[in-house]
């Protein structure tokens, strides 16, 4: 058994290496996304500190309206007054299923940048790159080829990280040894097995987590438009215009004590309800800023219903720790760097394996 599970360790190492080193660099770099951007986008993404308050939903969405007249509003991730982030809006150009981004002053309704595709900026970029490996949406393919292509990537990490921990099942007894004064071979191959084991719990939830968005994403645009149903056009605005966003924003927190709303979802296919994404209160730093949420009818505003996370059970819950444990983002700045840090140990595990496969490999061909 352990002789099959290290062949096939190695050989799908060997074929996978490339597009999975690219997946782990990437990821290592976009956990600080946030930083990156107020790095390089400090005049859009970034605010100056202020006491003032945010002007109200309804007033900024008309603004939004007004200065992008061509498009419509899909989506808006929001944050609180005092915050150093800039909105970030998702529009929809008019005529076109295509989705943009643009960033919003929310004390001076100034939307700070022209709506850019997905992939304009740099970071963004990193991030189609990370999760499609910019196969998606090429012609004479499987549109959606680079997401089934991350998930086949995460069921290999996981298979990886369990046949590693498998095969050398007795880890503890020589992890801190590290043998420098012997040949390259036994060098390279304590150094493998210290970087695998040490990295491995981390890399199975990124795997287990990677692979259950990739998963779902592809799942669900099989169920929406698996039967060949197109992507609705965005030809009209799909709520009424006299549509009260304070309100319903409001009403959100009065159904859920405590919540605090992080997210809109605009009506961006027929017969779809506003939504407010928010956190309820919870002790529990795994928990996502989108785990609760309320609708509302698109035309009338009127309550639909609410869904609120802490009343859900431990299945659920755990599925909704997967985002901020996928990006590390549940522990401040200590658990990004260590995230980082790992995310790169696999360029050290490809070099050390690549070189240990090769050296078996010629002793095969020798004994032969």
Known sequence: MRKKLHKWHGWLGI???VPFLVVCLTGSI??????????LLSDLATLEPSQQARLPFTELKHQVNAQLPDYEIGSWEIFPAGHDEADRVFVIARGTEEWSKVYLDPYSGEVRSQPQEPGHYLTDWLVELHYTL??????????????????????FLVFMGISGLIMYRRFWARFFTLRWNQRLLVVFSDMHKM???????????????????????YYTEWVEHG???????????????????DVMVADSQERIEGFKPTYLLFPFEPELPFTVFGRAPTANPLLSNYGSVSN????????????????QGVGTKTL???????????????????????????????????????????KRTRRR
């Open 15 to 17: 074929i996978f290496m």
């Open 320 to 362: 909704d720790s997967f985002r901020r444990l996928h990006f590390g983002t549940w522990g401040g700045l200590p658990v990004k760097i260590l995230w980082s840090f790992v995310g790169a140990i696999p360029s050290l595990l490809a070099i050390t394996g690549t070189y240990l496969w090769w050296q078996r490999r010629n």
């Open 134 to 155: 910019l196969l998606n949406d090429l012609k004479g393919l499987d549109e959606h080829l680079g997401v089934i292509i991350s998930f086949v990537l995460a069921v």
């Open 195 to 217: 970087a695998g084991t040490f990295a491995s719990p981390i890399l199975l939830i990124l795997g287990i987590t990677g692979g259950y968005y990739s998963g779902l994403i």
């Open 296 to 311: 509302y009818d698109a035309q009338t505003g009127e309550y639909l219903n609410t869904y609120n996370l802490n009343e």
């Open 30 to 39: 976009i956990v600080f996304k946030k930083e990156i951007d107020a790095w």
């Open 227 to 245: 039967d060949g149903a197109e992507h609705h056009i965005m030809s009209e605005r799909l709520y009424g215009d006299d549509i009260n966003l």
